[in-house]
């Protein structure tokens, strides 16, 4: 029988250059899949699994390395505390080589094999090439709104290797979430500025996240401290209030913003990304681009913003509130990620930056179905001529600044 172990190598480096010599920690394992996950130091996000005690031993010579179970089970006997060991690592130099082996305790028959979780360096050397890393390593993203649009951009961003962020809700995850969040049931009534910091680091342990569970409308001051601070504002919020203030923070401190939203029930969605000196929200907003309605989500949050008006009795207000498929945001989803991924490697050399000639427009729509706003688009795969815009693909669309605009007419 064979287990498998995994190690957090920076904490493995810390332990073999202090002068300890062991030190208890913590293994989980799943249980029936015999896989461990020990750690020295607790993780910064809730471990997965079954904990037992873990010892971290530094053996002095190769003797000591080679009969570590005798230690181990003397010292199981001799301190109650060890009773319940369920593993042991062990190490040793030899030669300016770390030898490295584990255990458990009372089951000789059992062979543990060690795995390293990397450091940060080794962690997206695959993207190598299609994206510069260490570019993305160091730029900062604030992400506003973690319902199902911000929470899975954000871990699209981390996977990417993005390495800071700043997440602001102020919601809790309800019930109703579920169906298209990241989160699951096991994490209902936390805030969803935990629940994607976890997530992020669940991919990336090495980012640096901030978290701020407010109301942006109520802390304008704290919004605009995020947005001065950052290379790039994602505005993934339910409301218009919200998105115009971010839309006149983004112009006000010239910063590159990215909305993106679904439409009625799904049935489609639009990205628009604000450079500075070009077209702004407020350009858009009641365009001929921009007349769907929005999605509405959730009823408590529609009731609030006036969405819904006060005066809805609440058998049509709750009519009002549909849904779309989780895999019809997707596709808004991974444009956001995709357009994101562009700005944040602008002035690097890779493949991503091979897009800057397609994806050079202001705003981008896409058609989920053929149904209300979309009806008359043709299927995607019979368009004669190509004289009617097709569903399940992207257009984009150029616009000029408005002259009447209140927001950038004068940057």
Not at 12 to 30: C, D, H, M, R, T
Not at 357 to 371: H, Q, T
């Amino acid at each position: 029988m064979e287990s498998l172990l995994y190690l957090y190598q920076y904490q493995i480096q810390k332990f073999v250059n202090s002068s300890a010599g062991s030190q208890l920690g913590v293994a989980y394992e799943w249980k029936g899949e015999d896989v461990y996950h020990a750690y020295l130091e607790y993780p910064q996000i809730a471990p997965s699994g079954y904990a037992v005690a873990c010892l971290f031993l530094k053996a002095a010579c190769k003797a000591d390395y080679e009969n570590a179970e005798c230690f181990a089970g003397n010292l199981m006997n001799q301190d109650a505390s060890m009773a319940r060991l369920g593993m042991v690592v062990v190490f040793c130099m030899e030669n300016g080589r770390l030898l490295k082996r584990a255990f458990v305790p009372n089951d000789s028959a059992r062979c543990v094999r060690i795995e390293y979780v990397p450091d940060k360096s080794n962690l997206y050397t695959r993207s190598k090439g299609l994206i510069e890393v260490g570019a993305l390593e160091k730029r900062h993203v604030l992400i506003v709104g973690l319902g199902s649009g911000g929470a899975t951009i954000a871990v699209e961003l981390a996977k990417a290797g993005v390495g800071n962020f700043a997440l602001v809700d102020f919601d809790r995850l309800e019930l109703h979430n579920i169906a298209r969040h990241i989160a699951g049931v096991n994490e209902l009534g936390r805030l969803k500025t935990n629940i994607v910091r976890d997530a992020i680091l669940g991919k990336n342990p090495y980012a640096n996240i901030s978290t701020h569970p407010v109301d942006i409308m109520k802390d304008i001051p704290l919004i605009e401290q995020l947005v001065s601070g950052t290379d790039l504002v994602i505005a993934a919020t339910d409301s218009l209030p919200s998105r115009y203030l971010l839309n006149s923070l983004i112009i006000k401190h010239k910063k590159t913003g990215l909305f993106g939203r679904a439409v009625t029930r799904a049935e489609g969605g639009d990205v628009l990304r604000v450079r500075p000196g070009g077209p702004c929200y407020a350009c858009l907003k009641g365009s001929q681009w921009y007349t769907q309605e929005e999605e509405i989500t959730d009823l408590r949050r529609a009731r609030e913003t006036g969405v819904i008006p006060a005066y809805t009795s609440e058998e049509d207000a709750d009519a009002m509130v549909q849904v779309g498929l989780s895999t019809d945001i997707a596709p808004i989803n991974t444009m956001v990620v995709k357009l994101a991924i562009q700005e944040l490697s602008r002035g690097t050399e890779c493949l991503i930056t091979t897009l800057d000639k397609e994806l050079d427009y202001d705003f981008y729509m896409w058609a989920n179905r053929r149904e209300l706003h979309f009806a008359n688009w043709a299927p995607f795969n019979h368009n004669p001529g190509r004289k009617k815009p097709t569903i399940l693909q992207w257009y984009g669309v150029k616009f000029p600044k408005s002259c009447d605009c209140h927001e950038c007419r004068n940057y």
